[in-house]
């Protein structure tokens, strides 16, 4: 069997979803009836087709994963992980991610804990209010 990583991390904007979630999309987001996942403005926002089964075919060879994103909409990006149930996919994950100059550093954090909020910053703690 081929070496797995230990550790894989996507983007969010144009790696999993379509658009850039600070710019193309207008929070908050719902979900539908029918499954579906709108914005403010009834517009459909959807994943990449391939992406669920990418996430969970990582997950079941037990590959944990992480998001990484720049983006400062912090609160529809966290949003639209927990529609798209994509948060049991993640470990961990970190807008500002090119903030650290180590990157073992990074990875080593990343995989202290169980919490998938994006945060505002590599500082603030993830379990206060």
């Known amino acids: 069997m ?11 904007d144009y790696t999993l979803w379509p658009f850039w979630v600070d710019t ?10 029918d499954g579906t996942v709108r914005d403010r403005r009834g517009q459909d926002v959807r994943l990449y087709p ?9 997950q079941s060879l037990g590959v944990p ?19 798209f149930d994509l948060i049991r996919c993640y470990l961990h994950s970190y807008p500002e991610w090119n903030e650290s100059s180590n990157s073992k550093s990074r ?5 202290k804990g169980r919490n998938w909020a994006l945060r505002s910053s590599l500082e603030e703690s993830p379990f206060e209010a």
Do not use: M, W, Y
């Open 65 to 83: 994963g992480a998001a990484a994103s720049r983006t400062s909409e912090i609160e529809g990006a966290n949003q639209l992980l927990e529609l």
């Open 50 to 58: 391939e992406v669920p089964e990418v996430l969970k075919r990582l």
């Open 2 to 12: 081929a070496r797995l990583p230990k550790l894989a991390v996507f983007d969010l």
């Open 107 to 111: 990875v080593r954090d990343i995989c």
């Open 24 to 33: 193309h999309v207008d929070p908050p987001f719902h979900k539908s009836s």
